[in-house]
């Protein structure tokens, strides 16, 4: 079983940047996908990014394209999110979750092993 804890957020500007991390451990993440989700206040969970583990190819909603950037750290079992130009309908709760296999899938339902998340809040 995977553990992740994600950490990095904050109260910031729009046009500002942030960068989260998610410490993962208990397992090999070889062959796992992992992804970055997102909570806004009174909605459901939505997809944000995703990395293959070892292949690192990636995955981002329209929403963060161009903006946002998906990365791991093999060594260190840690997956990061560099984001920048930070809008307010960017503010949400943000998890990291993981599941194996390679296929880049947007559906929280095939995720699991979800940190507390961390907070991240956009002010105009």
């Known amino acids: 079983q995977v553990q992740l804890a994600e950490s990095g957020g904050g109260l910031v500007q729009a046009g500002d940047s942030l960068r989260l991390s998610c410490a993962a451990s208990?397992?090999?993440?070889?062959?796992?996908?992992m992804a970055w989700f997102r909570q806004p206040p009174g909605k459901g969970r939505e997809f944000v990014a995703s990395?293959?583990?070892?292949?690192?190819?990636?995955d981002y909603d329209d929403s963060v394209k161009g903006r946002f950037t998906v990365s791991r750290d093999r060594d260190k079992n840690i997956l990061e999110l560099q984001m920048n130009h930070l809008k307010p309908e960017d503010t949400a709760v943000y998890y990291c979750g993981v599941r194996f296999g390679s296929l880049h899938l947007r559906d929280p339902a095939y995720f699991g092993s979800w940190g507390r998340g961390t907070q991240v809040t956009v002010s105009s």
């Open positions: 208990g397992r090999s993440l070889s062959g796992h996908t």
């Open positions: 990395i293959q583990w070892n292949g690192a190819t990636t």
